[in-house]
């Protein structure tokens, strides 16, 4: 068996222990506090087990331990949430727990393929080390795991009161269930684009303008993005009304917007600065129509 393999079964393991503590702590403050609702509940459970997984980077010296969990958190706490509480599947739950899962399979494949092993960890994660190595206990902590632990949870608030409602299938529940499906499968056209290009320009450095990404600079993340949305017109069309559950997709959308996409590209234009022509000729996110020029620039990936 590989290294790769061997480190992939133990961030397993670290996995079903972070998920054990994490459902132990539900189980004991449900029981000590009988709250009126589950939701904080599920949150303090899944901080926890985020704990667990900070715990484990720290002894591994391995920030990247803590990538998988935003695609493997969301169905085993949704999975979780239908057994507890014994929810009924119809088929619109059906529906919503098939476009997580295909959400979470596709992005924690994607993980796994590109995963090397506990030698090497994102980029973004060492370049905060390298910005300031004393504070990085607390940025691993609050930055690089909490932070995302916390925005994937708003957005899964709607999907739990979603599967408690039950609610019976109709055409804008559907439109977000279809919504789900497409953009995974964005996601996995855009990542597999990607990769076939770099096969085929191993030595050397082209810009991929081909396929989804002669039309979006980031069309991985505007899946990403269409997945939370999808998500929450599931949540709209059990409701059908307005209420802060819409912030859940718009800190999503902001996270990529003015954080993820602006690190990334300041990152490519500090090496290659005919970047800046791609810019200017591709839409940041939602694939649009291009602006032609001459200038053909250098792109890494997303």
């Keep these: 068996m590989s290294k790769k393999y061997q480190t992939m079964i133990w961030i397993f393991l670290i996995y079903i222990v972070a998920f054990a503590i994490g459902g132990l702590t539900f189980f004991y403050l449900i029981d000590l506090l ?45 999975v979780f949430v239908i057994i507890y509480l014994n929810i009924t599947i119809n088929l619109s ?16 494949y994607n993980w796994a393929r590109n995963w090397t092993g506990f030698g090497e960890q994102d980029w973004r994660y060492t370049m905060l080390y390298q910005k300031s190595p004393k504070l990085f206990f607390f940025t691993n902590l609050f930055g ?28 804008i529940i559907a439109l977000g269930a279809l919504m789900m499906v497409a953009a995974a499968l964005i996601q996995y056209v855009a990542d597999q684009q990607m990769k076939n290009f ?15 990404w002669k039309y979006s600079r980031h069309p991985n993340y505007f899946g990403e993005v269409m997945v939370w949305w999808g998500l929450y017109i ?24 003015f954080i993820s996409i602006p690190m990334m590209e300041k990152k490519i234009l500090k090496t290659r600065p005919e970047y800046a022509s791609y810019q200017e000729r591709v839409s940041m996110l939602i694939p649009f129509l291009r602006k032609e020029n001459e200038e053909q620039p250098v792109q890494e990936n997303s």
């Design 198 to 212: 770099k096969e085929r320009h191993q030595i050397e450095k082209r810009c991929i303008e081909e396929g989804l």
């Design 93 to 108: 739950n059906f529906l919503l727990i098939v476009g997580m899962m295909i959400w979470s399979v596709r992005l924690t």
């Design 144 to 171: 690089i795991q909490l932070m995302p632990t916390m925005i994937v949870f708003i957005q899964l608030i709607g999907a739990v009161y979603f599967l408690i409602q039950t609610p019976a299938i109709n055409p």
């Design 34 to 78: 009988n709250p009126a609702s589950y939701i904080p509940v599920l949150l303090i459970g899944n901080v926890v087990a985020t704990l667990v997984v900070w715990l484990f980077t720290l002894l591994l010296k391995n920030a990247s331990v803590y990538d998988p969990y935003w695609s493997v958190a969301p169905p085993v706490i949704l």
């Design 234 to 257: 599931m949540y709209f069309g059990s409701t059908l009304k307005l209420d802060l559950i819409i912030l859940a997709p718009l800190a999503m959308t902001a996270l990529f917007l």
